[in-house]
């Protein structure tokens, strides 16, 4: 298992200076600790634009980068070695160790963060930090206030903040070839996850059990953890799109729908399929499934540089809505089903998100207030579906309580594009035949 190299992240923070003036430092702080319920703690998990940045897994840290005159520098503030914490809790960087591992320029204790950032900031052009960390907010607020306070000392308190958000997300948006290949085995992972959830599904198994066979895959891999919660959704359960309860049987007869992605070293994979417990798709499900495997294809089709997600939508909606209007559930013209979203009541999300270090990965879909042009090096997910409610009594009983999606994640290319979890069955007969063996 290959990890992105250590020069990538000085790469990263020398990109993020070069579009900022001289004199401008940047701020950026790692996840806080989440306590679970009384002594214990969530599993910790880095914040994704300050690993993208520092490569740091540890709690308790900052990172200040300088654009200064004499060019770029990086200092890490992170905890000290501490034999006695470290016999408890674990083993520390520490600020000897720090800029030999992360090739940071200099590492200095937390404890004086405070201190060192008015040192920093005095005289700044600006202060770029995120905005959505309140926990920054504040000590940026803090050491404004100290700087004002000396000014008649000849401090210079700076007066222009700017949000660190916008910067880094444009640039986590497009991934490198290292993120690529990084993403690449995570996918790996979860297909192979996947495969093995097709294969060992029996009737009367629980959906968590089949969550287990997922989640010993992804771990027996070297996966870390979920990129999110994993969604296993037996019979009608697979209309509720965020269904995570995962404890009802499967049942003879019923489909059942699998949305679940490993992260590998801060990156996130996600596939949903959705496939027949018993191992053979009924006539009914077959249909839905084939119509959403046929929108899938349409928006994959669409994939290549200077599309834009609205052309993988449009195409999605199309296939749906004639399909649908095929088996009586709409009725009516394409062009009055697309007018009115008719569809939205059997296909009610997008088809799709970034998908990176976080799962709904950062990065704008809208430049200007238009749909942002597909480029080389985004990665999407597509996945399109079909749910029809169970409890709508103006459906016919064959069809009520199906829920198929099919989700794939999708590296835009130079020239069109490449589907990274396109080795898990997908069609009607691979499924079965995965099933059957
Ligand atoms: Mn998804």
């Not at 840290?61 to 034999?83: A, E, Q």
């Not at 629980?206 to 959704?233: D, K, M, P, T, W």
């Amino acid at each position: 298992m290959t990890k992105i190299a250590t020069i990538e992240y000085v790469q990263r923070r020398n990109a993020l200076l070069q579009q900022l003036p001289i004199g401008a430092v940047v701020i950026v702080n790692c996840a806080s600790v989440q306590i679970r319920n009384g002594d214990v703690e969530q599993d910790y998990r880095q914040n994704s634009s300050f690993y993208y940045l520092s490569g740091m897994v540890e709690p308790h840290t900052t990172l200040v980068l300088v654009n200064s005159v004499d060019g770029p520098r990086s200092i890490l503030f992170c905890r000290s070695k501490d034999k006695l914490q470290e016999i408890w809790h674990g083993r520390r960087l520490g600020v000897d160790a720090a800029p030999k591992i992360l090739l940071v320029d200099e590492a200095h204790v937390s404890e004086s963060l405070e201190q060192k950032l008015v040192e920093l900031l005095d005289g700044a052009s600006q202060v770029v930090y995120r905005f959505s960390q309140d926990e920054t907010f504040e000590l940026v607020q803090q050491s404004l206030a100290k700087l004002r306070r000396l000014s008649r000392q000849g401090k210079v308190c700076p007066t222009t903040l700017v949000d660190l958000d916008p910067l880094i997300d444009a640039m986590r948006l497009f991934k490198s070839g290292a993120e690529v290949e990084q993403m690449t085995q995570a996918c790996n992972i979860s297909v192979a996850a996947h495969k093995r959830a097709m294969s060992v599904c029996k009737v009367g198994m629980n959906e968590y059990q089949l969550a287990a066979e997922l989640h010993h895959q992804f771990s027996i891999q070297g996966s870390q953890r979920v990129a999110y919660g994993s969604i296993v959704a037996g019979g009608d359960n697979a209309c509720i799109l965020h269904y995570t309860n995962n404890d009802q049987s499967l049942q003879d007869g019923d489909l059942v729908l699998i949305d679940a992605g490993c992260e590998l070293d801060h990156y996130a994979s996600d596939i949903t399929r959705t496939f027949p417990v018993n191992g053979h798709f009924s006539d009914p499900q077959k249909i839905i499934y084939e119509i959403v495997l046929a929108a899938h294809k349409a928006a994959l089709e669409c994939i290549k540089p200077g599309a834009v997600y609205t052309d993988m939508q449009d195409a999605a909606v199309r296939v749906i809505i004639q399909g649908l209007t095929n088996i009586g559930l709409l009725t009516g013209t394409l062009e009055t089903n697309i007018e009115n979203q008719n569809y939205r009541k059997f296909y009610m999300h997008n088809i799709g998100h970034w998908l990176g270090m976080d799962v709904h990965d950062v990065g704008a879909y809208k430049l200007g207030g238009v749909s942002r042009p597909l480029t080389q090096g985004m990665i999407t997910t597509v996945e399109p579906g079909i749910y029809i409610d169970p409890d709508d009594m103006t459906i016919p009983s064959q069809w009520r309580g199906i829920g198929v999606r099919i989700e794939d994640n999708i590296l835009v290319t130079e020239t069109g594009y490449r589907n990274l979890t396109g080795d898990l069955p997908v069609s009607v007969v691979d499924i079965e035949r995965l099933m059957a063996s």
